[in-house]
């Protein structure tokens, strides 16, 4: 229980934080010796954190779903815009992680490479954040814009680079300002959640030894559901007066320990 509760929390906090929760996911259990947590807990936390971003964006997400079928009558209005502009970022990270898994079977999940992408990922979320300026925000986000956001959010499948923080990082480099940057980002990680989390219980429901919910991963979802939500307030408020320096910093001085112990 209590490594479920741990991972609970650092899954819900780094899942939107800049700093890539798989990373963290992947240390935390080789430090303290713990086995594997299975494929019952990924589909569980993913619930949790797929529940606490509709719900804190709840408003958000009746909007542009509602405002979807007006896209078909062809009248232009924001939350419709917004809607098609998730589905192209979508796509991307789908195309992509099924070539990898399905076709090539590559397997990122290395200490070196994870410790690479958290230095390399957090220097450039580091100049983009400080260079680029902040004269964009949510309502002019263009197709293009949707795409190359995408796209960069295909990189997360390696371990280290962090679905949000590179997202984060395309919309900063678009010029976008930090906070609908990070909107955009949580917004787009609803449809990428709900894939990443729908083709792990299809995996778990097609093996031989299907490990089912329990009451311990019930309560782990529900701790990933509260962080989560959380951890999407603390970084909104965050970014009202503060960069993403500090969480620059902490990915940069991270890597730096994991590849200093990995040699």
């Not at 606490?52 to 979807?68: E, G, L, T």
């Not at 796509?91 to 070196?112: C, S």
């Not at 390696?158 to 949580?186: K, Q, V, W, Y």
Request: charged share 15%.
């Amino acid at each position: 229980m209590i490594q479920t509760i741990v991972l609970a929390l650092i899954q819900s906090a780094t899942e939107f934080l800049p700093v890539s929760s798989s990373a963290h996911l992947i240390i935390v259990p080789y430090l303290a010796s713990w086995k594997d947590q299975g494929a019952a807990f990924d589909v569980a936390m993913h619930l949790g954190t797929l529940i606490a971003v509709i719900v804190y964006f709840r408003k958000d997400v009746i909007n542009i779903i509602s405002s979807a079928f007006l896209i078909f009558k062809k009248e232009t209005i924001l939350n419709s815009n917004i809607f098609l502009c998730l589905l192209v970022a979508t796509i991307p990270a789908l195309l992509f992680g099924f070539f990898i898994e399905v076709i090539f079977h590559a397997d990122f999940r290395n200490v070196k490479i994870l410790a690479i992408m958290l230095i390399v990922f957090g220097i450039i979320l580091f100049l983009v954040d400080k260079l680029k300026p902040q004269n964009k925000n949510m309502k002019q986000i263009t197709l293009k814009d949707a795409l190359l956001i995408g796209l960069a959010q295909s990189l997360a499948l390696i371990p280290g680079t962090s679905r949000s923080g590179i997202s984060i990082t395309m919309a900063r480099f678009l010029g976008f300002n930090r906070e609908d940057a990070a909107r955009f980002s949580m917004l787009l990680s609803i449809p990428t959640i709900l894939a990443a989390g729908a083709w792990t219980a299809l995996k778990l429901f097609q093996t031989e030894n299907i490990e089912v919910f329990n009451s311990q991963l019930f309560v782990g979802m529900i701790v990933a559901t509260l962080g989560g939500m959380f951890a999407i307030w603390f970084l909104l408020a965050w970014l009202k007066k503060a960069s993403f320096g500090i969480f620059a910093a902490y990915r940069i001085v991270l890597g730096g320990i994991l590849l200093f112990l990995a040699l």
